[in-house]
């Protein structure tokens, strides 16, 4: 990848992590904003992969929020828990807190940013 291309795929990652700091996403956008967010700092060197997990049809439902509230606590950082990362993917957005959901996509790319050392404003 040139040089270009990757100022170019910078520009977009900063644009998408104001867009989620911004507020004005619905939860599901924020979701999809946020893997984009994954996607990009993978294509620029970072180590945001996602593991395909199967989903298991007999697992009991648990409660998604908690789960979100770890990821807004900074008790779960999605940078370095990586398998984490596919969990956020899977949440159903009709079945959790849409302003918890909202906040744990902001926290989640606060937390890859600042894994890949950049300057993240609060």
């Known amino acids: 990848m040139n040089v270009l291309q990757k100022v170019?795929?910078?520009?977009?990652?900063?644009?998408?992590?104001?867009?989620?700091?911004g507020?004005?996403?619905?939860a599901l956008?924020?979701?999809?904003?946020?893997?984009?967010?994954?996607?990009?700092?993978?294509?620029?060197g970072g180590k945001a992969q996602v593991e395909n997990t199967?989903?298991?049809?007999?697992?009991?439902?648990?409660?998604?929020?908690i789960f979100l509230r770890q990821i807004?606590?900074?008790?779960?950082?999605?940078?370095?828990?990586?398998?984490?990362?596919?969990?956020?993917?899977?949440i159903d957005a009709e079945s959790v807190d849409p302003d918890l959901l909202s906040?744990?996509?902001v926290n989640a790319a606060r937390q890859v940013l600042k894994g890949l050392g950049q300057v993240v404003l609060n």
């Open 72 to 90: 807004v606590n900074d008790e779960i950082n999605v940078f370095t828990e990586q398998a984490k990362l596919s969990d956020l993917e899977l």
């Open 8 to 21: 170019k795929l910078t520009k977009e990652l900063l644009s998408l992590v104001a867009s989620l700091k």
């Open 29 to 44: 956008d924020k979701v999809k904003t946020t893997k984009r967010v994954l996607e990009l700092v993978d294509l620029l």
């Open 54 to 65: 199967p989903e298991l049809q007999n697992e009991p439902k648990e409660d998604k929020n």
């Open 103 to 105: 906040q744990a996509a």
């Open 23 to 26: 507020g004005q996403l619905k």
